[in-house]
Structures are given as structure tokens and as C-alpha cells.
């Protein structure tokens, strides 16, 4: 009896540590990091089809959600897998040629994620400061004109740099592409000062700058409405009590 109890334990105690090896936590990791690429996934491409589907939703202000939701989806689609399997291996595994494309693709969707902040704020903006001129200022082209010019300067700050080797420090005695792929075929984005400046500015600090002082006016907007509105409904009752003195005489 003592023989099969210990035995049992030694059972236990090798499923436990087999299940804590790092096969194991590889495992887990794994299943973690695919639940937060299905979610991201699932979540923008709801809200996508909710939008086309649903006819009181299909406006220009929902026009630039869209394209948030998109850059957001292309995130969850093509720039989370292989930054899984980096994680999971600890190497770049997948074809050396892509490891370019991958971190052009992630560049690009992460730039266009703040300039469609941007151009909601803006939108936002027009929408609260002037609501009656807001359809014939912001129409349906100018609304893709806009989202179109979201991804022409996410795609230029990301894919012609990358692709040219404009970022890369070591270009004039080294013109090979962005990445650093050493025996253990390493991919990391190695930028030169200046094209970091360059698209930081382009793509975030510019845009951020912008998104604070279109939400500060917004904010002034809606308290000045505000108090016209109050100003207003203090009146009304005024008026009343005038008019029912005056009919009394």
C-alpha cells in the first residue's frame, strides 16, 4: 500500500513538473497570447460589420471609426502572430525577406491608429462648433478624402523609408534593409536619429498636439453651450410668469 502511494506521488509530481517545464509554459503563453489576437480580431471586425450593417450608423463621423477599427484589425491580423511566435521562440522564425514587410506593416498601422484619433478629434470639432454647416463642410468625399490621406502618410512614414533603407544608421556603408538578422536570426528595427525625429513628429507628437487642442476646444465649445442653454431655460419661465400677468390685467 505504502509502494503504490508513493508510487502515485511520483506520478503527481512528474505531471507537475513536466507541466511546468518550459515546453509547458510555452504552451500556455501561447494559448494566452492567441486569446488576445482573437479578441482584437473578433472585437474590430464586430464592429466593422455593425457599422455596414446597420443604415442608421452608416455617416461620414463613422467613416473615420471604421478606418480606426481597420488599422486596429490589421494590427490584431498581421502584426500580433509574428510578434507570438518571436515571443514563444525567442528568434525570428519566419522567412528573413518578411521581417521587413512585418515591421513596415507594424509601423504603418500604428501611425494610422493616432491619425485617425486625429481626424476624429477634428471631426468632433467641426460637429460641436458648427452643427448646422457640418454636412456641407464635412460631405462623404472630403470624409475619404481624409481617411485616405490617414493611410497615404501612415504608408509613406512606414513602407518608403523602411523599404528605401532611408531609416537604417549604417546606410551608406551597409544598404542591405531594416534589420538586424544575426545568427540567431534576430529581427530588429535599428533607425537612424533623424527618420526617428521625422516620423515621430509625423505620426505622433504632431498628431497628439493636435488631438489635445481640438478636445480643450471642445470642451470650452460644450461649457459655452452649456451656459446658453441654462441662460435660455431661466428665461423661459420669465416669459411665462410675464405673459400670465398680462393676461390677469
Request: glycine share 2%; charged share 15%; proline share 4%.
Amino acid at each position: 500500500m505504502a509502494q503504490q502511494m508513493d508510487e502515485h506521488w511520483d506520478g503527481l509530481y512528474s505531471r507537475a513538473a513536466e507541466g511546468s517545464s518550459p515546453n509547458g509554459r510555452r504552451v500556455w503563453m501561447a494559448v494566452f497570447l492567441s486569446f488576445i489576437i482573437f479578441l482584437t480580431t473578433l472585437g474590430n471586425s464586430l464592429l466593422i460589420l455593425l457599422i455596414f450593417t446597420q443604415r442608421s450608423l452608416r455617416n461620414t463621423s463613422n467613416y473615420f471609426l471604421v478606418s480606426l477599427f481597420m488599422s486596429d484589425l490589421m494590427v490584431g491580423l498581421v502584426v500580433m502572430p509574428p510578434a507570438m511566435l518571436n515571443e514563444l521562440y525567442g528568434k525570428w522564425v519566419l522567412d528573413v525577406e518578411f521581417c521587413s514587410v512585418w515591421y513596415s506593416f507594424d509601423v504603418m498601422c500604428c501611425s494610422a491608429s493616432i491619425l485617425n484619433l486625429c481626424v476624429i478629434s477634428l471631426d468632433r470639432y467641426l460637429l460641436i462648433i458648427s452643427p448646422l454647416k457640418y454636412k456641407l463642410r464635412m460631405t462623404s468625399c472630403r470624409a475619404l478624402a481624409l481617411i485616405l490621406a490617414t493611410w497615404t502618410l501612415a504608408a509613406l512614414a512606414s513602407f518608403l523609408p523602411i523599404e528605401m533603407g532611408w531609416h537604417d544608421p549604417e546606410s551608406e556603408l551597409q544598404p542591405s534593409n531594416l534589420t538586424l538578422v544575426s545568427e540567431e536570426k534576430q529581427c530588429r528595427l535599428l533607425v537612424s536619429l533623424p527618420y526617428a525625429l521625422i516620423a515621430s513628429c509625423l505620426t505622433f507628437f504632431l498628431p497628439s498636439a493636435a488631438i489635445s487642442f481640438t478636445y480643450c476646444r471642445i470642451l470650452l465649445a460644450a461649457r459655452k453651450q452649456a451656459v446658453q442653454v441654462a441662460s435660455l431655460t431661466t428665461n423661459v419661465p420669465n416669459m411665462s410668469e410675464d405673459h400670465v400677468q398680462v393676461s390677469a390685467l
